[in-house]
Structures are given as C-alpha cells and as structure tokens.
C-alpha cells in the first residue's frame, strides 16, 4: 500500500468527521479549523515519514530500454529529498526507476547514444514523492555512460563502482553527497558544489588525480593514496600509467570535500 492513498484517505476521513461535527451542530464552521489542522497532520506525517520506510516491493517501477544503443547519456535534475543512483539495471534497460507523480522521464536516439532526462521533485512530500522517501535509479552496465547530475536542497548517494561512467558533472547546492567512483576503466568527475557536504571514495585499485580551485573551505585528502603536487594538485604515483583511474575537478564555496 502506498504512502501517498493512506496520506489522502486520512485527509478525506478528517475532513468528513469536520463535516458531520458541523452537521450535528457540535461546531460552528470547519472553515476556521482546517488550517491548524492541515498544518498538525502534515507536519506529523513528515515526522512519521522518517521512521516508517516501506519495503522496496512497494515502490513502483518504471524502466526505459537500452535497444541498440552503445552508449547512454543521462541528466538528472533534483530539487528537493533524496536521491539513489546506482549501478544494477536488468539486461537491456538503460535505466529503472522510481515512478510517481513528482517525476518526468523522457528519453530518444541519437545515432547509436540514448539520451535520458529525469526531472523528480522534492522526495519528502507524500502526495509527490516516491512511496518510501527516496527517488531511487538504477542505470545500465552493458554500455558506456556519461552523467549530468544537477540538484538543490538534497542528499545525493551515488554509487558508480560497477558503471562505465566516462565523464559525471555534478552541480549541486546546499546539499550532502555520497559519491563512489567506477572501479574499471578511466573516469572524469566536475563538481560544482555551493554550500554542500561531499564525499568522494575511489575504489582499491583505482589511480587517482584531483585539482582544485580556490574557494574551498575544507578539503581533506588521502594523501597516502593521493600525495599532495602543488597547492591544487593531489595524485597518485602511477597516475600516468594506471588502467584504472578517476580524475576529479572540484569547484566548492562553502562547505566541506572528503576524498578517500
């Protein structure tokens, strides 16, 4: 059972009980209680939301195919909640997600690349978001991929440890981000952050190179992973060599960057 039909069945039932109180001539106007009222249920609906999270079986689906293409480009714009992406897409799909009202996906050909564009709204909101409060999408690992990432006031768990993620930008605001890079291959991440939160893992095995630019606040290095160059430059010995590596461009105001 979703959480949004119990969400809207309790209002109906409310508001039906207002009515019969006024019928009966036990209140006056339901009018001058709504407010108040709508305010106490919707405030302790989000109270409950956090410590009751259906099961993943209760969360509707939706998948787009993979076809022919060799390869996919995904954007994802966020605005609010929680937001899940990650590798483990069945075979012959690019993408398998959670659908609900606050959610837009299109997608087309171009050439052999897929391109897809997923636009969700805030998570949090029972009558717009997913069933258990996170948006959760999982992309393909037959193909090579590129990610366009944007969101606002979220936080973002992005686990691309077994995609063949080429080049990710992420541009995020005042959020918190979990961010693991693929463990195969070569790979590029530019990040944009404002006041946010950031950690960063690259898997055993992977090389890694990240520059920076000024405005950081704090940044914190495995430096015995990644020796310090220069004043923006960290990266590791066999960089230049490496089969497998991440290269990691940081742009940040506020906030703090963890790299491990």
């Given at each position: 059972?979703?959480?949004?039909?119990?969400?809207?069945?309790?209002v109906?039932?409310l508001?039906?009980a207002?009515?019969?109180?006024?019928?009966l001539?036990i209140?006056?106007?339901?009018?001058m209680?709504?407010?108040?009222?709508a305010?106490i249920?919707?405030?302790?609906w989000?109270?409950l939301?956090?410590?009751w999270?259906?099961?993943?079986?209760?969360?509707?689906?939706?998948f787009i195919?993979?076809?022919?293409?060799?390869?996919?480009?995904?954007?994802?714009?966020?605005g609010a909640?929680?937001?899940?992406?990650?590798?483990?897409?069945?075979?012959?799909?690019?993408l398998?997600?959670?659908?609900?009202?606050?959610?837009?996906?299109?997608?087309?050909?171009?050439?052999?690349?897929?391109?897809?564009?997923?636009e969700?709204?805030a998570?949090f909101?029972?009558?717009v978001?997913?069933?258990d409060?996170?948006?959760r999408?999982?992309?393909?690992?037959?193909?090579?991929?590129t990610?366009?990432v944007?969101?606002g006031?979220?936080?973002?768990?992005?686990?691309?440890r077994?995609v063949?993620?080429?080049?990710?930008?992420?541009?995020?605001?005042a959020?918190?981000?979990?961010?693991?890079?693929?463990?195969?291959?070569?790979?590029?991440?530019d990040?944009?952050a404002?006041?946010?939160?950031?950690?960063i893992?690259?898997p055993e095995?992977?090389?890694g190179?990240?520059r920076?630019?000024d405005?950081?606040?704090?940044?914190n290095v495995?430096?015995r992973?990644f020796?310090?160059v220069?004043d923006?430059?960290?990266?590791?010995?066999?960089?230049?060599t490496?089969?497998?590596?991440?290269e990691?461009?940081?742009?940040?105001?506020?906030g703090s960057i963890?790299?491990k």
């Amino acid at each position: 059972m979703r959480r949004d039909n119990i969400f809207w069945g309790s209002v109906l039932i409310l508001l039906g009980a207002l009515f019969l109180l006024q019928r009966l001539g036990i209140i006056a106007n339901v009018g001058m209680y709504l407010w108040p009222l709508a305010l106490i249920f919707f405030g302790g609906w989000l109270i409950l939301s956090v410590y009751w999270q259906p099961s993943s079986a209760e969360s509707e689906r939706f998948f787009i195919a993979l076809g022919g293409a060799k390869s996919v480009n995904y954007r994802f714009a966020h605005g609010a909640g929680q937001i899940v992406i990650g590798g483990g897409a069945p075979t012959g799909r690019a993408l398998v997600g959670s659908s609900a009202v606050g959610v837009k996906e299109t997608s087309r050909s171009d050439g052999d690349r897929l391109e897809v564009r997923i636009e969700a709204g805030a998570s949090f909101i029972p009558f717009v978001g997913p069933a258990d409060g996170t948006w959760r999408f999982q992309l393909t690992q037959e193909v090579p991929v590129t990610l366009q990432v944007e969101t606002g006031a979220s936080q973002l768990k992005m686990d691309l440890r077994d995609v063949s993620a080429r080049h990710v930008t992420l541009k995020t605001g005042a959020s918190s981000a979990e961010v693991i890079m693929p463990a195969r291959g070569a790979s590029l991440l530019d990040l944009e952050a404002g006041a946010a939160s950031i950690d960063i893992t690259l898997p055993e095995g992977v090389a890694g190179r990240i520059r920076i630019k000024d405005g950081l606040t704090s940044l914190n290095v495995d430096t015995r992973r990644f020796p310090q160059v220069d004043d923006s430059l960290y990266q590791s010995p066999d960089y230049d060599t490496a089969v497998n590596r991440a290269e990691i461009n940081l742009e940040a105001g506020l906030g703090s960057i963890n790299i491990k």
